[in-house]
């Protein structure tokens, strides 16, 4: 007669079979992603309530002291920097506001930054959450896509402001959202699309709830909605949205829109004044129609401002004056190995011309300088161990050689 084969363990709670079970004194078993499951829903069941917001009226700093504290970490971008200053500066006048009789509503003025990418969008917003010590997420438009599509919903943006204001609500409800790549989902055209476009109008039109400001249903993990899912209530009207785009060739739809203005000698004489190699700072609402946002949520983005390309003389500053400049932060890397770092001017020279020759802004000069310094972040720490050198000097010959074997590396693999 066969012996009766044991039968297999399973959670009584999820009905799994699982390596690590816990019994109970009936014979119950639960697994352990239950039991972590249980203690994270028990900790945002008992997390106490905080302040809706740590700022008052008298401590809500000024537009010139936001510009200030701005400076001290954004080279540059003297007339962003005062858009974004006056619009923070209301807001929050605003969420802080006291109730009153008269029938004034004041209405929330969200943000649009139109610049290149590397031109320090998404270092703007960081840095001004960082002074107000508000809830502040990052999300990317790329990902969303229409209700009922592959990807994630309008209003998985949320999650993560919840997760940076540790599933507080009341408190990531007067938080910072920056969308980022909000240029990615204009539409393919012009005109109306008679076809679905799930990735691009469909999304805006589903972000339009969100900015103007009403209350959403966020799944507590993001992804998809489910029927017999629990959401958590956010409401959006005090939350400041603030989108960034590179819009990429939006310039020839500004440079047609003034070349048709052009009608007899006055308008002629203003066509000359117009600095062709910076056309972004003309930048108008209908630019943006054009480009293949709509309407709608043109209307939802009122403060409307541009970030200038930058010169040899700000990617030279950003290496050297921010707080947490990169040479700042290279330095102190290895000052954590007890090894002093420095750079000679001749190697940052070479550095930023090599940034303006990849046109990728900042960004670029991020790259390069790990390429520079790779090498030697490898091979100081076993040095100093071993008692060989305490310093290091980084001059444009050892940057040099490092790039163009980069370069060379480069050219290899893609052969």
Same mark, same amino acid.
């Given at each position: ?9 399973? &959670? ?18 639960? &697994? ?182 009403? #209350?959403?249903?966020?799944? @507590? ?80 983005? @009122? ?99 490092? #790039? ?12």
């Amino acid at each position: 007669m066969a012996r009766k084969q044991p039968q297999p363990e399973v &959670c009584s709670f999820c009905g799994r079979e699982m390596p690590e079970m816990f019994s109970g004194m009936d014979g119950s078993l639960i &697994c352990n992603e239950c039991i972590e499951a249980g203690h994270t829903m028990l900790l945002t069941a008992t997390k106490p309530t905080s302040e809706p917001l740590s700022l008052t009226m008298s401590e809500l700093p000024t537009p010139q002291q936001i510009k200030d504290f701005l400076d001290q970490y954004v080279i540059g971008q003297e007339n962003a920097k005062r858009f974004l200053s006056v619009a923070v500066y209301n807001h929050y006048k605003r969420v802080l506001q006291e109730k009153s009789n008269d029938d004034v509503e004041i209405e929330k003025s969200n943000i649009l930054l139109v610049g290149s990418t590397g031109t320090g969008k998404t270092l703007l917003a960081r840095t001004i959450a960082k002074m107000l010590k508000v809830p502040f997420a990052i999300v990317d438009a790329t990902t969303l896509t229409e209700a009922g599509y592959v990807g994630e919903d309008v209003e998985s943006l949320l999650v993560r402001l919840l997760q940076d204001a540790e599933y507080d609500v009341q408190k990531a409800q007067r938080g910072i959202v920056f969308i980022d790549e909000i240029d990615k989902i204009a539409r393919k055209s012009e005109n109306p699309s008679i076809t679905r476009d799930v990735s691009g109008e469909g999304v805006q039109q589903g972000l339009l709830k969100l900015l103007e400001g009403s #209350i959403v249903n966020v799944p @507590p993990q993001g992804g998809r909605k489910h029927p017999d899912q629990e959401y958590i209530h956010v409401d959006t009207k005090n939350i400041l949205f603030i989108c960034g785009g590179a819009f990429d060739g939006i310039e020839r739809k500004i440079a047609q829109r003034m070349n048709t203005q052009v009608v007899g000698f006055d308008a002629q004489q203003k066509a000359a004044r117009v600095d062709k190699n910076d056309l972004l700072q003309y930048i108008a609402p209908q630019d943006l129609k054009s480009f293949g946002l709509i309407p709608e949520i043109i209307g939802r983005l @009122p403060v409307l401002t541009y970030l200038q390309p930058l010169d040899r003389t700000a990617l030279r500053n950003i290496l050297t004056e921010p707080k947490n400049a990169l040479t700042k932060q290279y330095r102190k890397l290895m000052a954590m190995d007890g090894i002093t770092l420095s750079f000679t001017d001749e190697a940052l020279d070479y550095i930023v011309d090599k940034a303006l020759e990849y046109k990728l802004g900042a960004r670029g000069l991020r790259g390069l300088m790990e390429t520079v310094m790779t090498d030697m972040m490898f091979e100081m720490p076993g040095k100093k161990k071993l008692g060989i050198t305490q310093s290091f000097v980084v001059t444009r010959a050892y940057a040099q050689e490092k #790039i163009d074997k980069a370069d060379l590396y480069r050219l290899q693999q893609a052969v």
